[in-house]
């Protein structure tokens, strides 16, 4: 988190170099779910920052799901270790009701077997928290581009 934190003053301080190259279309529904607040804050700033006006935040999957946020999803970007159903239980229910919009995962807990899970699962990319902005920025940018 205190990477995105730095991040985030330095998009204070100048405009993020290149962000219309870096971005598609910044009206693309992102749906984000992480149970830490201050994490969630900092990514939905991060987003926000970076010109995505359809930022949708939950924190926790059930809370995601009693919603229609990810019918519209272009990009879900989900914590692995959410309380209740986990972020891989997520993908794998949304995608047995047909919704299989690009998903990046992110954790603070590395373990090999899950990031194995994921991968299987088909996601973009797999991040570690802490990790920098640009690079859930860039994951993104593929996600959308992979996605029409």
Same mark, same amino acid.
């Given at each position: 988190?205190?990477?995105l934190?730095?991040?985030?003053?330095?998009?204070k301080?100048?405009?993020?170099?290149?962000?219309?190259?870096?971005? $598609?279309?910044?009206?693309?529904?992102?749906? #984000?779910v992480e149970?830490?607040a201050?994490?969630?804050?900092a990514?939905a700033?991060?987003?926000?920052?970076?010109?995505?006006? $359809?930022?949708?935040?939950?924190?926790s999957?059930? $809370?995601?799901?009693?919603?229609?946020?990810?019918?519209?999803?272009?990009?879900?970007?989900?914590?692995?270790?959410?309380?209740g159903?986990?972020?891989?239980?997520?993908?794998?229910?949304?995608?047995?009701?047909?919704?299989?919009p690009?998903?990046?995962?992110?954790t $603070?807990h590395?373990?090999?077997?899950v990031?194995?899970?994921a991968e299987?699962?088909?996601?973009?990319?797999? #991040?570690?928290?802490?990790?920098?902005?640009?690079? #859930?920025?860039?994951?993104?940018?593929?996600?959308?581009?992979?996605?029409?």
């Amino acid at each position: 988190m205190l990477q995105l934190k730095r991040t985030l003053r330095t998009m204070k301080v100048r405009k993020w170099p290149g962000i219309s190259a870096l971005m $598609a279309d910044q009206n693309q529904s992102i749906v #984000l779910v992480e149970d830490d607040a201050g994490m969630r804050k900092a990514i939905a700033r991060l987003l926000r920052a970076a010109g995505f006006n $359809a930022v949708r935040v939950f924190p926790s999957a059930e $809370a995601l799901l009693g919603t229609d946020a990810a019918e519209s999803a272009a990009c879900l970007v989900l914590d692995i270790h959410l309380p209740g159903l986990s972020g891989i239980d997520l993908r794998r229910r949304l995608a047995a009701s047909g919704r299989e919009p690009p998903v990046i995962f992110i954790t $603070a807990h590395e373990d090999p077997s899950v990031r194995d899970e994921a991968e299987t699962l088909g996601c973009v990319d797999y #991040l570690h928290k802490p990790f920098e902005g640009s690079v #859930l920025l860039n994951a993104i940018r593929r996600a959308l581009s992979a996605h029409p």
